[in-house]
């Protein structure tokens, strides 16, 4: 089926935090070679085939509605190829009779992230020979030098001991391999399970946790069709930023010069919380995913209408948040409850506060911290 001029832009638009080689190209070839500035994380994500680590990493890195995942494997190669996606394959990926995308072997993303932090995303393949494969004669090119290990378990599963057997597999690689790396397990497909039924999971976390000793695992349950999608990749991600106290720490000091109830940081491509601040307690837990989901959701729409969300004011008797563009790598949510403050007296001090964040993205940057006055 032929893809609308929209959807086109749309898909070319989202190339803009890539930064991976051109298929068919190892990183460092002729034509590609990554700044001498950038600071890589290797990021491993792993699962059994048919877990959704594919559809997940399409919906946060590719801009992906969750509706859209359906035809993503059917389809995934004509796009890399027509669209030149700049990601290296070592085979491809299909959809099987109930709709399942299973990925073969190991694919290599880099995602620019916050400026000169870029995240080495490999998306490993499911398949038990290629997890078998991964435990043998690449266990070394597989485990070494990982940051982060992501790990998603189907909910659905109907061999759940196969699946922790491999999970243990991983965790001795890394044991072996990167030592120091963070593992987070995601109980992915949530949507699949009754809400009466959920507390059940808890037995499963549980035993993740156990499992993983002496390593620490942080577990999330997500789903592609609710925030809890992003409540986890934000966490994840929060755990990469080289900078991230300081990142906080200055974020705080704008909070309380503008006299302001809440701030949020998000990354401008994924939308994703990077960091926060709140001077008051809020009601809603889950708000920051809510509100991630909701303005990717807004900024999608905005692409197939040829036109690019830059800010938005919401106003109420209570309070008025506001959503700028604030660095070139991110975006600002500021939440104010004052009336007596005038809605342009806040969107200047955001513009003041541009080119002092801009400065703090920077990995190498000079450490500088925002003053009061």
């Not at 930064?19 to 190892?26: K, L, N, S, Y």
């Not at 909910?155 to 243990?168: A, F, G, I």
């Not at 037995?203 to 609710?226: A, G, Q, Y």
Request: net charge negative.
């Amino acid at each position: 089926m032929e893809e609308s001029d929209s959807e086109k832009k749309m898909e070319k638009e989202n190339l803009g935090p890539r930064m991976d080689p051109p298929i068919g190209e190892p990183e460092g070839s002729l034509g590609w070679v990554l700044p001498n500035t950038a600071m890589k994380k290797k990021v491993l994500l792993m699962g059994k085939s048919g877990s959704g680590k594919t559809s997940m990493r399409s919906i946060i890195f590719a801009n992906y509605i969750a509706r859209d995942t359906r035809r993503l494997g059917a389809t995934i190669l004509d796009r890399l190829h027509s669209l030149q996606i700049n990601s290296s394959l070592s085979t491809y990926s299909l959809v099987d009779s109930v709709g399942n995308t299973k990925t073969f072997d190991v694919e290599h993303s880099h995602v620019r992230f916050l400026g000169n932090l870029v995240l080495n995303l490999w998306d490993c393949g499911g398949q038990d020979t290629f997890m078998e494969n991964y435990f043998t004669s690449q266990r070394d090119n597989i485990f070494r030098n990982v940051e982060v290990l992501i790990y998603v378990f189907d909910v659905e599963s109907r061999e759940l001991e196969k699946d922790m057997h491999y999970y243990q597999s991983c965790l001795e690689a890394i044991l072996q391999n990167s030592p120091d790396a963070k593992i987070f397990c995601l109980v992915h497909k949530m949507d699949l399970v009754q809400e009466d039924q959920r507390d059940l999971i808890k037995e499963r976390e549980e035993d993740l946790r156990r499992l993983s000793r002496p390593l620490e695992c942080s577990c999330f349950r997500t789903s592609i069709w609710d925030e809890t999608l992003y409540k986890a990749w934000s966490s994840i991600v929060y755990q990469l930023i080289p900078n991230v106290q300081q990142l906080e720490m200055n974020l705080r000091n704008f909070a309380e010069i503008i006299e302001a109830d809440e701030v949020l940081l998000f990354e401008r491509a994924t939308f994703l919380v990077i960091s926060h601040y709140q001077c008051k307690e809020q009601r809603d837990a889950h708000r920051f995913e809510k509100i991630s989901n909701i303005i990717k959701q807004f900024k999608l729409s905005c692409s197939k209408l040829a036109a690019s969300f830059q800010s938005m004011e919401v106003r109420n008797s209570n309070f008025a948040a506001f959503i700028d563009i604030f660095t070139s790598n991110t975006y600002v949510m500021v939440v104010m409850s004052d009336p007596s403050i005038p809605s342009a007296a806040t969107l200047i001090n955001i513009r003041n506060a541009r080119k002092h964040f801009e400065k703090l993205e920077r990995v190498d940057g000079p450490k500088q911290c925002l003053l009061m006055r």
